[in-house]
């Protein structure tokens, strides 16, 4: 099964920034897209960005864009999200999610544990 595991999250007050970790435990990162995704108590869940298998292509929601940033290495088997400014509205669980590419609609295998990210004064 494709398994990847989130890690990074935490407390942080407004304005502060984390860098979210996606890790791939039992195949090779580098031949996908890989989606981050959250979900906010209540509210449905929503991809936020998504990096293409080479990183050439890149993508944001309007609620991050410029303000989050989205990155891989390969070597690693790592994709990072690296989260600024960050503002209450971020709070959510976030995840990493593989995908054939940045264009489809569609992520696939294993949802890992998710990371809580908390924005609070």
């Known amino acids: 099964q494709l398994q990847l595991v989130e890690s990074g999250g935490g407390l942080v007050q407004p304005g502060g920034s984390l860098r979210l970790s996606c890790a791939a435990s039992?195949?090779?990162?580098?031949?996908?897209?890989i989606g981050w995704f959250r979900q906010a108590p209540e509210k449905e869940r929503e991809e936020i960005s998504c990096i293409s298998s080479s990183g050439d292509t890149t993508n944001y929601a309007d609620s991050v864009k410029g303000r989050f940033t989205i990155s891989r290495d390969n070597a690693r088997n790592t994709v990072y999200l690296q989260m600024n400014s960050l503002k209450p509205e971020d709070t959510a669980v976030y995840y990493c999610?593989?995908?054939?590419?940045?264009?489809?609609?569609?992520?696939?295998?294993?949802w890992g544990q998710g990371t809580q990210v908390t924005v609070s004064s």
């Open positions: 999610r593989s995908k054939l590419s940045c264009g489809s609609s569609v992520s696939f295998g294993s």
């Open positions: 039992v195949f090779t990162l580098r031949s996908f897209a």
